[in-house]
């Protein structure tokens, strides 16, 4: 984990951690929204540019919270009751390097990417007995 903290995140333009990944990067507990600032704090200290610490794990909505070093951006969504939520992170941080490729500034491409991943989950196909896919071929506008 040092590795991670003291080579890894000083290279990185953007970190994607859910709430436990947040907590074993920083050491710090998790449980509401306060403490994800405290976590992005954190991160964005050892050297990540930008942090988007994912708020799923968490009760009620499902809110995610961007910090750039400067700015705050919350991306609350409904949560939504389903297993099938295989591969939500690597789907949500695809989007998002997608709608940075597609020229839009940071915090609009979270926000696309956020409703895009929401739309998948909501959307999902079932697969399976277990934590099934999302919806790779969902849209938004």
Known sequence: MAAIRERLLPR???ITP???EAEALTGLTIRTLEDMRG???RLWELGARAVLIKGGHLEGDATDLLFDGTRWHEFPAPRVATPH???TGCTYSAAITAALARGLALADAVALAKRFIHEAIRTNPGLGKGSG???HHATVE
């Open 39 to 41: 976590a992005a704090r």
């Open 85 to 87: 939520t295989h591969g």
């Open 133 to 135: 896919p999302v919806n």
């Open 12 to 14: 990185a333009f953007l």
């Open 18 to 20: 859910n709430v436990p």
